[in-house]
């Protein structure tokens, strides 16, 4: 049985006692959802400057070709991505109307020849004038011209490759009719390429002729290295960036007109740069770039939007979003969600 003076106590003990328990079991609930990662704390780095562009790929000779009559494609050789070599047989016109035209001119210029055979005898006898002499001359000479313009014609029918290289277009298909002057066919000489790249006006200064340029293709996931060949000498009116030619060998053939090329140039002039590892930094749905930045007072890691720049040593350049001494989650990040609370490995 217990005193009436003694309930106070007893109620009073048994509230410390609660609270000591919510306590405890909010402290065992705190150390059960607190996610173990590791940081790196942001700092400088000094490394070469470096220029970096994007651009595309070009043959180092392209032509485009076209028939100088029209008519009826009736054979093409190639198809789209072959090698064709200099002076082949690429496309021709069905030539029967242009044979027929040629005989035509034939007939005429051997009717001319006749008659200025027999007219050269009445000249050469006194009994033909200066006069009509001289219209025959001329109507030979005529017919001549127009048997050469015939069978320029009919040669014109074949069409042979100026260069070799790849037919990277091909626009029209044997049965068609194609006229005058239609670029039909697109070939381009890609033992070595051109990358067309856009450099900032205040970056110029750092392009010489002759540099080289290492160039990443991301199609072929390759690096190659080029050399500047050409530098703009004006800039584009709306971007105001300057154009670049950089010359790269392609002896196997797999860099193709179209790709996608980055390049970075070294400067050689010592920056300074925030880098962190690829692996510390998330993308969202929206495609932007964050990294978890440690609130230490707090014990938690919260969500930083950062923008990104090149790769460099195997680490990716931050350009903005952080600041030096911020302490950044290098591991353990895949479980956080904005605000977790974290313990430092």
Request: glycine content about 6%; aromatic content about 4%; charged content about 20%.
């Amino acid at each position: 049985m217990i005193h009436k003076t003694n309930f106070p106590v007893l109620v009073a003990s048994l509230l410390i006692l609660g609270g000591c328990g919510q306590k405890n079991a909010k402290n065992a609930e705190t150390k059960e959802t607190a996610i173990p990662v590791r940081t790196e704390q942001v700092g400088e780095t000094t490394v070469k400057g470096q220029i970096s562009a994007s651009g595309n790929v070009e043959g180092n000779t392209t032509v485009r070709l076209s028939f100088l009559v029209g008519g009826r494609l009736n054979y093409i050789s190639n198809h789209e991505g072959q090698n064709v070599s200099k002076g082949r047989l690429i496309a021709s016109l069905d030539p029967e109307n242009y044979k027929i035209a040629k005989q035509l001119s034939d007939v005429q210029v051997a009717n001319t020849t006749d008659e200025f055979n027999r007219l050269t005898i009445l000249h050469d006898r006194n009994s033909l004038s200066e006069n009509d002499y001289s219209k025959i001359i001329f109507s030979l000479q005529q017919a001549k011209l127009q048997q050469q313009l015939q069978q320029k014609n009919l040669n014109d029918t074949k069409l042979y490759t100026p260069i070799s290289g790849v037919l990277i277009k091909k626009k029209a298909e044997a049965g068609e009719i194609v006229g005058v002057g239609t670029p039909l066919f697109v070939i381009s000489d890609i033992r070595t390429v051109k990358v067309v790249a856009y450099i900032p006006e205040d970056q110029l200064h750092f392009i010489r002729m002759g540099q080289n340029v290492n160039v990443s293709i991301s199609a072929l996931n390759k690096i190659f290295t080029g050399k500047v060949i050409e530098v703009g000498a004006d800039a584009d009116e709306t971007s105001r960036a300057f154009t670049i030619k950089i010359i790269v060998d392609n002896p196997d053939l797999l860099i193709r007109p179209g790709m996608i090329a980055d390049e970075t140039i070294n400067t050689n002039l010592p920056t300074q740069k925030i880098l962190l590892p690829a692996e510390s930094i998330g993308h969202d749905l929206n495609n932007q770039d964050y990294v978890y930045v440690i609130d230490k007072s707090q014990s938690k890691a919260f969500k930083h939007k950062i923008n990104i720049g090149n790769m460099i040593d195997n680490k990716i350049e931050v350009t903005n979003g952080l600041n030096p001494d911020d302490l950044v989650v290098v591991e353990g990040q895949s479980k956080l969600v904005d605000g977790s609370l974290i313990t430092i490995k």
